[in-house]
């Protein structure tokens, strides 16, 4: 193994994607400094070919990749890197849809590994801010079954069996795998989801491209993965649910999958946090405010709309800050 440094709190540089439904809020909000129309900005990712690079400390011009290789389990974790080896297991995102996005499936583990020897795709969706009728399409307004929902395509009637629901501010999902969804114009959202890049294509509203041209569907990949049930995807996590006087300095669940764990973390204080508990690396996606997160001998600033690993041999950090709030994730 090379050791050129000890292990220190990372951040990345931004892989930003324009697209066709993107917008400017995350140049005008989040700082991200792109092109018009930027949909997506990956946060941290080890999808090939578009594997993060280091942005800060000694590190920085490495990718993600060469410090999974050298530093293994220090990095991610003995269970994680048991189980996925020298790749990354998540992909963390900030997406703006200024239009709706396709309607679209993700493949289950199984499906994705047998047509494109990948990950499944399991997401988790934190709504940080949302326009007035904001809204996600999340599977089908009525009982489906395959035939119905072929009539329906083929009639080009699909929009009138999917189940559009308004979001507001703070509110969570976990979309799984085969569940048909959509996020609605005006949304601006975090994603957590299993590192993968497939998606089935079923509808995209009639429109072109960025080059003009018809984007393809993938009618035949999605219908083996759909999963016509009906499923919950709404979390029952609310800040106005929780405890008077736990809402900060604290961490406070969200949600979980097999895949990962997600807190909300809001500061108004200095505040340590022991992370002996988390068997893995932990990230921090900030929603709102700045903080210093220090070490025994490294310290980074993150603001709003950062995204920041502490790797898993780091046994707790120092968040210092008087206004701050963040995602926070990890593999159980």
């Given at each position: 193994m090379i050791t050129?440094?000890?292990?220190?709190?990372?951040?990345f540089e931004p892989i930003l994607k324009q697209k066709v439904w993107g917008g400017t809020k995350l140049n005008k909000l989040f700082q991200k400094e792109g092109k018009?129309?930027?949909?997506?900005?990956?946060?941290?990712?080890?999808v090939a070919e578009n594997v993060s690079e280091i942005a800060n400390g000694p590190f920085k011009g490495?990718?993600?990749?060469?410090?999974?290789?050298?530093?293994?389990?220090?990095?991610?974790?003995?269970?994680v890197y048991n189980d996925f080896g020298n790749t990354f297991p998540l992909l963390f995102k900030?997406?703006?849809?200024?239009?709706?996005?396709?309607v679209q499936v993700h493949p289950d583990d199984?499906?994705?590994?047998k047509r494109h020897n990948s990950f499944g795709k399991t997401e988790m969706w934190y709504i940080i801010d949302v326009e007035k009728n904001g809204r996600l399409i999340l599977g089908f307004n009525k009982t489906m079954h395959r035939e119905k929902y072929l009539k329906s395509l083929s009639e080009s009637r699909i929009t009138e069996i999917l189940n559009s629901e308004e979001v507001k501010k703070g509110d969570a999902f976990i979309l799984k795998p085969g569940t048909v969804h959509a996020i609605g114009a005006g949304v601006l959202l975090a994603?957590?989801?299993?590192?993968?890049?497939?998606?089935?294509?079923i509808y995209d509203w009639d429109r072109p491209d960025?080059?003009?041209?018809?984007?393809?569907l993938h009618t035949d990949l999605a219908l083996e993965a759909i999963n016509f049930s009906?499923?919950?995807?709404?979390l029952d996590y609310s800040e106005e649910t929780v405890p008077a006087g736990r809402q900060e300095n604290t961490p406070i669940l969200i949600g979980a999958t097999d895949f990962f764990t997600v807190n909300k973390l809001i500061l108004s204080k200095n505040y340590i946090r022991d992370l002996e508990e988390t068997p893995s690396f932990t990230v921090y996606m900030c929603l709102e405010g700045t903080a210093t997160i220090e070490t025994d001998d490294f310290s980074e600033e993150i603001k709003k709309g950062e995204t920041i690993l502490v790797p898993a041999q780091l046994p707790e950090i120092k968040f210092t800050t008087n206004s701050a709030s963040f995602l926070e994730v990890y593999i159980p």
């Open positions: 050129i440094s000890p292990l220190y709190p990372l951040k018009r129309k930027i949909g997506e900005s990956w946060e941290i990712s080890g490495r990718t993600l990749n060469w410090l999974l290789e050298n530093y293994k389990e220090k990095l991610v974790g003995e269970k900030f997406i703006d849809a200024r239009e709706d996005l396709s199984a499906l994705a590994k994603e957590i989801q299993q590192t993968s890049d497939i998606t089935y294509r960025t080059n003009g041209q018809m984007r393809e009906p499923s919950k995807t709404k």
